[in-house]
């Protein structure tokens, strides 16, 4: 089935650029997103991108998409300390269940 | 934007209580509802797929006589944790999708349930 690959952890300085990766298996992947996820907390859906699409920046964060190795990167310019949360990639073809990754750790150290 | 409510936020109770969630989706219809469990320090885990006046879809290894959904009108779908015992304590998470939108699913805050 479709599987969606995240490093556990990341560790950056305040200020410093934080860059989560994620890769999937899918190939007719339509959807692709990126959400936050605060202690105790639901999630929160931060930007989205389209399989045709290869770069989506929305404020500090830039989406960047390699659809070819199926790489999907979420790069938050200037990383705060209120950005320390779980982040997770997900997919979807359109009319599936979404497939989430195990989520990446961001920690910021001040 | 889609604001999705799930109540309660927390709950305690004893070992054999049932125990039931509530989802409703405040600002449009909801053709879908997912409820999904989260392990310490893990992803998400789909249990059912729900869609408005019909059975839940289970997925596999999530027992439906335990977890009963019922997904009765496009803005409500409840999870009820029949006779919990601790092993049930997780975090559950609903979702709700309508049909057109890009973003496929809303989420709600989660509820924390821990069974004594």
């Known amino acids: 089935g479709e599987d969606v690959e995240q490093s556990l952890f990341l560790s950056v300085r305040e200020g410093d650029s934080s860059v989560i990766n994620c890769t999937y298996t899918?190939?007719?992947?339509?959807?692709l997103y990126w959400y936050k996820q605060e202690p105790g907390a639901g999630l929160q859906l931060l930007t989205y991108?389209?399989?045709?699409?290869d770069m989506k920046q929305d404020q500090r964060l830039t989406v960047l998409l390699n659809k070819k190795d199926k790489h999907l990167s979420l790069r938050i310019a200037d990383t705060q300390t209120g950005d320390s949360a779980i982040y997770f990639c997900?997919?979807?073809?359109?009319?599936?269940?979404?497939?989430f990754g195990k989520g990446t750790r961001l920690s910021v150290i001040a | 934007g889609a604001v999705v409510s799930q109540h309660p936020s927390r709950v305690i109770c004893k070992s054999g209580t049932s125990v039931k969630i509530e989802c409703r989706s405040l600002d449009f219809q909801a053709t879908t509802m997912f409820w999904y469990r989260q392990f310490p320090k893990k992803s998400l885990m789909l249990m059912a797929t729900s869609n408005e006046g019909s059975k839940a879809t289970y997925e596999q290894g999530v027992e439906k006589d335990k977890f009963l959904i019922n997904h009765a009108s496009l803005t409500l779908s409840t999870l009820t944790v029949t006779s919990a015992h601790p092993e049930d304590s997780s975090f559950y998470i609903c979702?709700?999708?309508?049909?057109?939108?890009?973003?496929?699913?809303?989420f709600g805050d989660g509820t924390r349930l821990s069974i004594l």
């Open positions: 979702s709700a999708e309508a049909e057109g939108q890009i973003q496929p699913q809303h």
């Open positions: 899918d190939s007719s992947s339509t959807y």
């Open positions: 991108i389209f399989s045709n699409m």
């Open positions: 997900a997919e979807s073809t359109g009319n599936t269940p979404l497939v």
